[in-house]
């Protein structure tokens, strides 16, 4: 075919193609037949039509979600920028862990390996159950006379500590 009429190899082929790739930063596709071709165009064009669908649902908020943050995560960068973030919204995962207990939390133990090692310093179960159950918790910025409490570390020390996957971590629901 044409790469014997133009003396070109397969080799070269693949050279050129990467070459125009990562200039005009596009992909190229060979297809066999105009039916390949068909599926391809027809692919490309309901991906085209769902993206102002999907940009709405990404601005949406749900009231199951922390903050009423969509399912988008949180961004870490490189340098550990938005790890402390990421660590109030693993927290809040857990059932009745709001937003200013997750923070309290967070505040007292700012990574999951530091909550790790303080359960290990723990000398008895009890200790370790209740680690964070006098943690003060702030709301709107002030200290209230309002701690974690007992359920809470208690649920949370099971959850950071525990090896098996099916255990339930609130029974009343």
């Known amino acids: 075919w044409v790469s014997r009429e133009l003396g070109l190899t397969c080799a070269d082929l ?3 193609q990467v070459a125009l ?24 064009t309901k991906a085209i039509a769902r993206c102002p669908f999907k940009k709405q649902t990404e601005k949406m908020t749900f009231s199951f979600c922390p903050d009423g943050t969509w399912s988008t995560g949180v961004k ?6 938005g790890l402390l973030k990421l660590w109030k919204k693993q ?6 862990i709001t ?4 923070m309290a939390i967070a505040q007292a133990y700012p990574t999951p390996k530091l909550l790790l090692r303080a359960y290990r310093q723990c000398t008895s179960e009890w200790e370790k159950q209740n680690l964070v159950s006098e943690v003060k918790v702030y709301a ?3 200290r209230v006379d309002r701690r974690v409490g007992p359920d809470i570390s208690r649920r949370l020390y099971i959850f950071m500590t525990s090896e098996n996957s099916d255990i339930v971590l609130d029974k009343s629901g």
């Open 21 to 44: 790739q990562l200039q005009t930063h596009t992909t190229v596709w060979f297809l066999d037949d105009w039916q390949q071709f068909a599926d391809h165009v027809a692919t490309l």
């Open 91 to 96: 927290l809040q995962q857990l059932n009745r």
């Open 76 to 81: 870490v960068d490189k340098d550990g920028k």
């Open 14 to 16: 693949d050279e050129v």
């Open 140 to 142: 709107a910025g002030k």
């Open 99 to 102: 937003q200013p207990v997750a």
